[in-house]
């Protein structure tokens, strides 16, 4: 098993950062990914971004390219998610996900979550 615990989000201004962490614990050895998702009210969830644990590679949705940056702390089971240039359409509550190695990143869907961490951009 593995529990993550995502935190950072906020309310910021239209332009302004946030960064997203997400801690995971337990048997860590077997999340091969760790991906950030989110969810409007009234829109379907949406993969933002996720980083390959083995590889240090990673992955971002059109909508948050060259604006959000996802990296894994020194800190090796914390992986960030630096939002930058936000606007309203950012507004979601964000959730951490991870998956095991095995399972597809891409097309696979998720065997943890974490609670989720609300992130509100005003104009």
């Known amino acids: 098993q593995v529990q993550l615990v995502d935190s950072g989000g906020g309310s910021v201004q239209t332009g302004g950062s946030l960064r997203l962490s997400c801690v995971y614990s337990g048997n860590t050895d077997e999340i091969g990914c760790v991906a950030w998702f989110r969810q409007a009210p009234g829109k379907e969830r949406e993969k933002v971004a996720n980083?390959?644990?083995?590889?240090?590679?990673?992955y971002y949705s059109d909508s948050v390219k060259g604006r959000f940056t996802i990296s894994r702390a020194s800190a090796k089971n914390t992986v960030h998610l630096q939002m930058d240039s936000l606007t309203p359409d950012d507004t979601a509550m964000y959730y951490c996900?991870?998956?095991?190695?095995?399972?597809?990143?891409?097309?696979?869907?998720?065997?943890?979550w974490g609670q989720g961490t609300q992130v509100t951009i005003s104009s």
């Open positions: 980083f390959y644990t083995v590889t240090g590679g990673s």
């Open positions: 996900a991870a998956y095991t190695r095995g399972n597809s990143c891409r097309q696979g869907d998720p065997n943890y």
